[in-house]
Structure formats: structure tokens, C-alpha cells
């Protein structure tokens, strides 16, 4: 529903008043935090993997799972994160997913 803008007049200038509509279904849709662009921590890719961290460490040393480094400390993307899971999952399937 629109409903038009009030006004208001300060200093000789008209300011428009738009409301504000808010959208329930919209606000629970939308996620806060982008994860596309997430960055984790080693201790929160064991978590999310449900390993220990040592396992990401072998595996992020041998470039077996997606990391960078920062300042010296392993950074992963959430996204290529979840990538390597989706093609771990089809090689383990034998490619048929």
C-alpha cells in the first residue's frame, strides 16, 4: 500500500517525509551477514567440518582444501569452502551427483 509523503518546511526548504513499509516475509528472507563473502578461521572450518583443527591444518598445508594466509594465520573462504564440500561429495559419489 502507498501512502504518499508528508512535508514540512524548515529553513525554506521542503522536506519530504516518506513512511517506512516494513516487510516481514522480506526481513526473514534476507540473510544479515553475506556469507558469500565470509571469511573463516581455522577453528571455525573445524567446527563447520566437524573435525579437529589439526585435520584443517594437514589439509589446508597441503593445499588439499581451499585457505590463503594472512599475516601468517590461514584464512578460508566460506564459499570455496562450500564448493570443496559439493566436490568432495561428487567424487565420492563417483561423479554421479
Known amino acids: 500500500m502507498f501512502c504518499p509523503p508528508q512535508s514540512s ?9 516518506y513512511p517506512v513499509e516494513v516487510c516481514p516475509k ?3 528472507a534476507m540473510s544479515t551477514s553475506p556469507s558469500d563473502g565470509e571469511i573463516l578461521t581455522i577453528k571455525q572450518v573445524a567446527d563447520y567440518l566437524k573435525v579437529t583443527e589439526r585435520t584443517i591444518y594437514r589439509l589446508a598445508g597441503a593445499k588439499k582444501i581451499p585457505a590463503f ?3 601468517g594465520t590461514w584464512r578460508f573462504s566460506k564459499a570455496d569452502i562450500d564448493a570443496w564440500i559439493k566436490q568432495q561429495s561428487m567424487e565420492a559419489l563417483g561423479g554421479d551427483v
Not at 518546511?9 to 517525509?17: A, C, N
Open 69 to 71: 594466509k594472512v599475516g
Open 26 to 28: 522480506l526481513a526473514i
Open 9 to 17: 518546511v524548515i529553513d525554506g526548504l521542503k522536506i519530504l517525509h
